[in-house]
Nanobody, 115 residues
């Protein structure tokens, strides 16, 4: 079993920045892929950004150029740097780590963008 603990969420004004962290209880060096998802009220969970073991990244069109996913293998942590935040970025953000073939999920951290 792998535990994922997200942190870094909070209230921010439009145009502001936040950095989310996801600390894993197991080495992420052996993970096949890592990702951040989000779920806004009344909407389905959607992929925000992903990164493979090889370092390849993928972003939702809505966050390209504003969000950056990265990892720190020494800290077993996945990050999501979020800049130029918009009202529509408000959601619960979930970390996902795949140790093939099993996907593990964190419990989420709330990001609220509001003036």
């Amino acid at each position: 079993q792998v535990q994922l603990v997200e942190s870094g969420g909070g209230l921010v004004q439009p145009g502001g920045s936040l950095r989310l962290s996801c600390a894993a209880s197991r080495s992420i060096f052996s993970a096949s892929a890592m990702a951040w998802y989000r779920q806004a009220p009344g909407k389905e969970r959607e992929l925000v950004a992903s990164i493979t073991r090889g370092g390849g990244t993928n972003y939702a069109d809505s966050v390209k150029g504003r969000f950056t996913i990265s990892t720190d293998n020494a800290k077993n942590t996945v990050y999501l740097e979020m800049n130029s935040l918009k009202l529509e970025d408000t959601a619960d953000y979930y970390c996902n780590v795949q140790y093939y073939p099993i996907n593990y999920w964190g419990t989420g951290t709330l990001v609220t963008v509001s003036s």
